[in-house]
Structure formats: structure tokens, C-alpha cells
């Protein structure tokens, strides 16, 4: 398929997409009759749900639909000089894919071990750090709003919030003054006599999965804090009275009753953690393998934007599936981790 064809074929998506969703919604209205609830009309009124309307549409549309429709537009293009673009070498094709997987756009030979060793540990790292951020949160989250008093509340609050008033790149360089071989935590464990010889955290990698975990905390702190906050203390109450004990007052009502907060807690995590630049390219060792500086490499250090559009889509795939699979684990709708 030529290009040109294809580039019209892309950009019509999005509209028709939201056209079937607007169908939709209009049916399921219908077949509801006088039980649906309010419209998003009837309760803001026609001039707030016009503005709204226009100004989300405006802002998805140009900020977000049309740039990604780019990318997917720019990952099956080939290498051409910008002279060739829209002439008969400009068509469209899957050779952009088939060097992640193959390593090279004509041969299927080998495999891309490095890039593809990359991605699977990105993906699997960042599942195991959604993973950790969610036990070292649930047990705060809990406490703030069970236990907490509001003054103990405000100050929990603050601070969680005050050490992300630093900019994320400050945060991790202080990450890689901490874990380096002179670092503090060296230092104190050495001399504690715990260790003879400074560890290579940075070369481990342990820096960079702490630095990951530490940055988007608060994701998972908060999505957890905010539904746990709406459990009836009854619920629990009454569990106590009838004798079950803690890990069955919290294994069968709070979690479930958190689920909305931990999918999108984990949601928020694992795409932010998959997604990271700046934590790789300060924490990482010299062996590291992380995907996002791949694809930074691919659009600043080989200026082939059409395969790093490619791979940026991988990324994207990868985060899509696991999004679902949260969901489908979770058995819980797209708007109920959207809330």
C-alpha cells in the first residue's frame, strides 16, 4: 500500500472510533429508557458540557490522537531522505518491525538478542516494581485512612509529598550519590563491618530498580489511599466482632473492596516505570539493559525516526496488554480505574 493512502486511512480512524463510541453510548441510553441515569448534558447544563466537550476533543485530538496516529504512520515508513518522502520508495512496510525482532531489515537470520533481552527485562522489572511499590504501600496506605488522626494525616501527607518537590532528575542523581561505591550506604556498611569491600550497586543494577521503585511511589500510595478511604469502618467492625483475624479482615474485605485503587495504582506504575528515561540513563551501569534509551537511540543517536516510531509502538503495545490484563485480573472495567 502506498503511503499517501495509508496516512488517510490512519487519520480517519481516530473520528470514526469516537463516532462508534458515540453510538454506543446513544444505544445504551435507549435500551435503558427512563432508568438510565443522567446524561452528561442533562447535569452540567448545555454550556459547561459544551465547553467541556470542546476543550477535552481539542486538547485529545491535537495533543494526543494525532501525534500518536504520526508515530504509527512514521513506524511503517523505510528510511528515506526527506526529497524521497511521498515518491515511489515511500511506501509502506514492516521492515522497522522486523529489525527489532531480526536485528536487520532484510535478513531473519538471527535474532535481535539485545534489543529483545532489553525489552523482556523492562517489562518484567517493571511488573516486579509495580509489585514492591504495592507492599511497601498498602500497609501505609491503609493506616492513613483507618488509623490516622487528621493531624497525624496532614503530616503523613506532607511528608510523602515534600521530597517530590525536587525534580526527578535531582532525585536521581541523589540516588546515584547513595549508591556508589563511595557512596553513603557503602560508608555505613562498611563501617558497621557488614561488608569488606564496597559493593558495585550502580553495576548491579540495584540502584536503578530502588531510584524506579522511589519515583513513582506516590502513584500507588495515593490511588490505594483514596479507595481504601471509602470503606465502611462497619465492614470491618463487624469482621473483628465475629473473630477473624487481620490477614482475613484484609485478604476478603479491604482488597477487595481496594481493587479499583490497586489497578490503577499499578496501572500508573508499571506504564511510568516501563516508559522512564531519566532514571536509566543516571542509574544505569554500564551494562545495563533498559528499553527506553534503545529507543531514545534509535530517533537522537542513529536519526532513524521511523524506527524509533516503531519501537516507541512496541512499548505502547506492551503497556496496552498489560492494562488489560489488570483489568481482566482484577475483573474490573476501564472507567472503575479511570475514576
Known amino acids: 500500500m502506498h503511503s499517501s493512502v495509508g496516512q488517510w486511512i490512519i487519520y480517519l480512524l481516530p473520528p470514526l472510533v469516537v463516532a462508534g463510541f458515540a453510538l454506543l453510548a446513544v444505544l ?43 508515530m504509527v504512520d512514521l513506524s511503517f515508513r523505510p528510511k528515506l531522505a526527506p526529497p524521497q518522502w511521498g515518491g515511489p520508495k515511500d511506501f509502506y512496510t514492516l521492515e522497522n518491525y522486523r529489525y527489532f525482532l531480526f536485528g536487520s531489515t532484510t535478513s531473519t537470520d538471527n535474532w535481535n538478542v539485545t534489543h529483545l533481552k532489553a525489552f523482556g527485562l523492562t517489562i518484567w522489572v517493571s511488573i516486579l516494581i509495580t509489585i514492591l511499590d504495592f507492599a511497601i504501600c498498602y500497609p501505609i496506605a491503609f493506616y492513613m485512612a483507618r488509623v490516622a488522626g487528621p493531624a497525624r494525616l496532614r503530616l503523613m501527607m506532607l511528608m510523602l509529598i515534600a521530597p517530590y518537590w525536587v525534580n526527578e532528575i535531582l532525585r536521581a542523581f541523589a540516588f546515584r550519590i547513595l549508591f556508589t561505591q563511595q557512596g553513603v550506604i557503602n560508608k555505613a556498611l562498611l563501617a558497621m563491618g557488614a561488608i569488606d569491600q564496597p559493593i558495585d550497586f550502580i553495576a548491579a543494577d540495584v540502584a536503578l530498580y530502588s531510584g524506579l521503585a522511589y519515583a513513582y511511589l506516590l502513584m500507588m500510595m495515593f490511588a490505594l489511599y483514596n479507595a481504601i478511604e471509602t470503606l465502611d469502618r462497619n465492614l470491618i467492625e463487624a469482621a473483628r466482632d465475629l473473630g477473624a483475624p487481620w490477614w482475613h479482615i484484609h485478604t476478603f474485605i479491604v482488597i477487595p473492596h481496594a481493587k479499583p485503587g490497586i489497578g490503577s495504582g499499578a496501572t500508573l506504575v508499571f506504564m511510568l516505570t516501563a516508559g522512564s528515561i531519566a532514571a536509566p540513563l543516571i542509574l544505569g551501569g554500564p551494562k545495563t539493559l533498559w528499553f527506553t534509551p534503545i529507543v531514545y537511540d534509535r530517533f537522537y543517536q542513529a536519526f532513524n525516526w521511523q524506527q524509533g516510531a516503531a519501537y516507541a509502538l512496541i512499548l505502547l503495545a506492551a503497556c496496552v496488554v498489560f492494562v488489560l490484563g489488570v483489568l481482566k485480573l482484577f475483573r474490573l472495567g476501564l472507567g472503575e480505574i479511570a475514576r
Do not use: C, K, S, Y
Open 28 to 70: 445504551e441510553r435507549r435500551r435503558l429508557g427512563p432508568a438510565a441515569p443522567l446524561g452528561f448534558i442533562d447535569r452540567n447544563g448545555w454550556p459547561v458540557a459544551l465547553f467541556l466537550i470542546v476543550a477535552v476533543g481539542l486538547w485529545t485530538v491535537f495533543m494526543i490522537v494525532m501525534p500518536l496516529m504520526a
